[in-house]
């Protein structure tokens, strides 16, 4: 099996050392970062919160976990089929509050917070993106959860690629959402180093600064200020930093990579629909050239929108993902 890297294009080099930057989200970055963002809410167990008209419950669950027990937070909403919502970094549940509504309407939602982001546990402990997989599986154990459809994004891929493959007699449907699949190369992936490099993994203790290098670099359209706030809340929680620096002190995103084309793919067993922004800089769409000589029944969807496209387009992020998930 070929694991070389693909050469990357002069222009995906190109957006991803210059960005998006938009102005308007830059703008609402620097307004941020001069006025100072309030503590993030504290919740508590079966506390609901109105959200545009739709009522979520929170829930804070203790699970097994490799050598320890698991605190985990997500809210859930909704009936039906159950659908596993898995942010990415530098995010939380909260990021899928802008379809949470429509998606609730069809599917009992479960958006957790990874292990380490927002309120579910930060201790120490297992942080390898295998193992938090089998350890968000025992979490559904835990709560009577046999099988489920998957929508996940950014480093939330890591871990539900594990549990598509491992667990694929278990997921209905997977929405795999902006992760590197059968190409890979490091010049797109500069935040592993950023993270976890001793001269700037201070970073990750700045949540403002990791805002603006996520959401002014990535973004193709600006994300509204009172979201952008709510997100930086959440990164905010104390120990945050530090657990999301164990995942990248565990692992390398070539080791993920490698994990994906040597071990995971030929485990994916259910229908797949491959998502991500039109415009995203770390994962340009040249990317999927050969996409057919290993996932031949895979479909692509491009959502008009950078990396964090769920908030910055979630009319059209919907229009591509819930017919697939509804099974169209």
């Given at each position: 099996?070929?694991?070389?890297?693909?050469?990357?294009?002069?222009?995906?080099?190109?957006?991803?050392?210059?960005?998006?930057?938009?102005?308007?989200?830059?703008?609402?970055?620097?307004?941020?970062?001069?006025?100072?963002?309030?503590?993030?809410?504290?919740?508590?167990?079966?506390?609901?919160?109105?959200?545009?008209?739709?009522?979520?419950?929170?829930?804070?669950?203790?699970?097994?976990?490799?050598?320890?027990?698991?605190?985990?937070?997500?809210?859930?909403?909704?009936?039906?089929?159950?659908?596993?919502?898995?942010?990415?970094?530098?995010?939380?549940?909260?990021?899928?509050?802008?379809?949470?509504?429509?998606?609730?309407?069809?599917?009992?939602?479960?958006?957790?917070?990874?292990?380490?982001?927002?309120?579910?546990?930060?201790?120490?402990?297992?942080?390898?993106?295998?193992?938090?997989?089998?350890?968000?599986?025992?979490?559904?154990?835990?709560?009577?959860?046999?099988?489920?459809?998957?929508?996940?994004?950014?480093?939330?891929?890591?871990?539900?690629?594990?549990?598509?493959?491992?667990?694929?007699?278990?997921?209905?449907?997977?929405?795999?959402?902006?992760?590197?699949?059968?190409?890979?190369?490091?010049?797109?992936?500069?935040?592993?180093?950023?993270?976890?490099?001793?001269?700037?993994?201070?970073?990750?203790?700045d949540p403002v600064k990791v805002f603006e290098?996520?959401?002014?670099?990535?973004?193709?359209?600006?994300?509204?200020?009172?979201?952008?706030?709510?997100?930086?809340?959440?990164?905010?929680?104390?120990?945050?930093?530090?657990?999301?620096?164990?995942?990248?002190?565990?692992?390398?995103?070539?080791?993920?990579?490698?994990?994906?084309?040597?071990?995971?793919?030929?485990?994916?067993?259910?229908?797949?629909?491959?998502?991500?922004?039109?415009?995203?800089?770390?994962?340009?769409?040249?990317?999927?050239?050969?996409?057919?000589?290993?996932?031949?029944?895979?479909?692509?969807?491009?959502?008009?929108?950078?990396?964090?496209?769920?908030?910055?387009?979630?009319?059209?992020?919907?229009?591509?993902?819930?017919?697939?998930?509804?099974?169209?």
């Amino acid at each position: 099996m070929d694991l070389e890297y693909r050469p990357v294009s002069d222009a995906a080099l190109a957006l991803m050392r210059e960005g998006h930057n938009h102005p308007e989200m830059v703008a609402t970055l620097r307004e941020i970062a001069a006025e100072g963002v309030p503590p993030a809410p504290e919740n508590t167990d079966g506390e609901t919160e109105d959200i545009s008209g739709l009522t979520v419950t929170h829930r804070f669950v203790e699970a097994p976990g490799e050598s320890e027990t698991i605190r985990w937070h997500f809210v859930e909403a909704g009936e039906g089929p159950v659908l596993l919502l898995m942010h990415g970094i530098p995010q939380s549940w909260c990021m899928w509050r802008a379809i949470l509504p429509e998606l609730a309407k069809h599917f009992r939602c479960i958006a957790i917070d990874l292990k380490g982001y927002g309120q579910s546990d930060k201790g120490r402990g297992d942080y390898r993106h295998e193992g938090v997989a089998e350890q968000v599986v025992a979490l559904l154990d835990t709560i009577g959860v046999e099988k489920f459809n998957l929508f996940s994004h950014d480093r939330g891929t890591v871990q539900a690629d594990f549990i598509a493959a491992k667990h694929a007699d278990r997921v209905i449907r997977y929405v795999r959402g902006s992760q590197h699949l059968i190409h890979f190369h490091p010049d797109l992936a500069p935040q592993e180093f950023l993270f976890s490099d001793i001269e700037t993994r201070g970073i990750l203790q700045d949540p403002v600064k990791v805002f603006e290098w996520g959401f002014g670099r990535l973004c193709k359209y600006p994300i509204a200020k009172p979201d952008v706030i709510r997100a930086i809340q959440e990164f905010s929680r104390p120990g945050t930093g530090l657990a999301v620096e164990r995942y990248f002190q565990s692992s390398t995103f070539r080791k993920d990579w490698i994990d994906r084309r040597t071990r995971l793919i030929p485990g994916w067993k259910a229908p797949m629909l491959i998502l991500q922004g039109s415009e995203e800089p770390p994962m340009p769409v040249e990317n999927y050239e050969g996409l057919d000589e290993y996932l031949p029944d895979a479909r692509v969807a491009l959502v008009d929108g950078g990396h964090f496209y769920v908030e910055e387009n979630p009319a059209d992020t919907l229009a591509k993902a819930l017919p697939f998930l509804l099974g169209d």
